[in-house]
């Protein structure tokens, strides 16, 4: 099958008007919204906590962490999506790869726990 330029006609042009939604969004909002400035609006918000120091001081890495780990394991969740839809066509060795796979996460998991990564107090 040979494609032309012409076949992605359609594609590029979903891609203009949502670029074009988008755009046309944005201004309308900002053309008919309020815009009542007052000190209080003005000043930085972070999640409603006033600012006492330095925006730069540094913090636990178990922030990082957590959301690394969260990532991982997301992720691995992911993989399993595609063996469930396929389930009946992989047979006995699906099955056999999938607990392997599951076994591979708890023994990460459980390696996690052992090097306590989740435990906040120190």
Do not use: Q
């Amino acid at each position: 099958m040979n494609s032309s330029p012409i076949d992605y006609l359609p594609i590029v042009i979903m891609f203009i008007v949502a670029a074009g939604f988008v755009a046309f969004t944005m201004f309308l909002t900002h053309a008919i919204g309020p815009k009542r400035k007052t000190k209080i609006k003005l000043n930085t918000f972070e999640c409603g906590i006033e600012s006492k120091e330095n925006a730069w001081m540094p913090f636990s890495i178990k922030y990082f962490l957590v959301a690394i780990l969260f990532v991982l394991f997301d992720i691995e969740v992911i993989f399993m999506y595609p063996w469930a839809v396929n389930f009946k066509e992989l047979g006995w060795l699906g099955i056999v790869e999938m607990f392997s796979f599951v076994a591979l996460l708890l023994i990460g998991f459980y390696y996690m726990i052992a090097k306590k990564a989740l435990v906040w107090e120190d």
